[in-house]
């Protein structure tokens, strides 16, 4: 029984009108005709192959579905075999089965009601499967060269298509301004000083401040090494304005200087921070050296001792 509201015929030609704005344009007419010839057959073959098959129950969405899927491969998958070489007499017989594995492969998901995530890169994986086999029966036949198969395989019009999105996507972006900028990492030098809190406290500051701001903040804190991205005199200067705000007393509990070494020898360079520290006492030569290592935690060293150790670096490197 034909499927209801579903004309196999206009459907493929649709598409193919569609495909053939997309063209390369650095394509000979012979190649473009090809394309379009390639998709319109397989298109309105697969779509009056659904339509008169009596053990499906397709409904229109469903058929579209499938048949759209074979003309976006047959596309992409015609482009790669030209960009790549390939001997002419070659083309049909790849092609084809590549256009017979989209077509079982998307039925199936359809079938077995795959979730709509999942269908494109399931067809995408066994697209790729397929196209690798052919190519080295190919191969084991001699048609083609084992040495050209690197290059044959590494032709992705759809890769190609995503990367020039993305750029596009990136050009078109509106950058933040220096307000947002400055929020963030007003934002991000909070979080630091929420991670040494108790979580009540944490959960108690958050409160009081906008469900944007504070899904921003617990964003920060789970993001790993930020310490090292941010501008440590800029941290603490963040983090001694919000402790103000929050009237809370400075506590150098609250903050690992250590790890505030770290960063301004990232800003710097290790080397000179070691090299100014070779004439003070032992016990604080080995801090500064052990702040590089994991063994820093062990050192016998207040936190306020380390405050100021780390002020004083700071000052002479900035």
Request: charged content about 25%; some cysteine; aromatic content about 8%.
């Amino acid at each position: 029984m034909p499927i209801e509201e579903f004309d196999a015929q206009a459907f493929a030609q649709n598409l193919t009108q569609q495909a053939a704005e997309y063209l390369p344009e650095d394509f000979n007419e012979d190649c473009k005709n090809y394309i379009i010839s390639k998709l319109h057959s397989f298109c309105e073959m697969a779509g009056n192959s659904l339509d008169q098959d009596p053990n499906l129950n397709f409904n229109a969405d469903q058929a579209a579905t499938v048949v759209q899927y074979i003309g976006e491969w047959t596309f992409h998958k015609c482009i790669d075999i030209i960009r790549s070489n390939l001997p002419y007499e070659l083309w049909d017989q790849i092609i084809q089965q590549v256009a017979f594995v989209v077509f079982e492969s998307a039925k199936k998901a359809i079938m077995e009601n795959f979730p709509p995530e999942q269908v494109a890169p399931a067809i995408e994986d066994q697209v790729s499967r397929i196209y690798k086999e052919c190519i080295m029966q190919l191969v084991s036949k001699g048609a083609i060269q084992e040495q050209d198969v690197e290059h044959i395989l590494s032709q992705s019009n759809v890769a190609q298509i995503s990367k020039e999105m993305a750029e596009e996507a990136a050009v078109n972006a509106n950058p933040p301004t220096e307000e947002e900028q400055r929020k963030a990492f007003k934002l991000a030098a909070i979080s630091i000083l929420l991670k040494n809190m108790e979580k009540k406290t944490v959960q108690n500051i958050l409160s009081g401040m906008s469900q944007e701001d504070a899904d921003q903040i617990i964003d920060f804190m789970n993001m790993p090494e930020l310490e090292s991205q941010l501008e440590p005199n800029l941290v603490v200067s963040e983090l001694e304005n919000f402790k103000r705000i929050l009237n809370i007393q400075p506590d150098p509990e609250s903050v690992d200087y250590s790890q505030m070494i770290v960063m301004l020898a990232s800003k710097v360079n290790p080397n000179k921070i070691l090299s100014l520290a070779k004439y003070e006492r032992p016990l604080i030569r080995e801090y500064i050296a052990q702040c590089f290592t994991s063994d820093v935690n062990n050192m016998p060293i207040s936190k306020n001792l380390s405050k100021i150790i780390y002020e004083y670096l700071s000052l002479k490197f900035n």
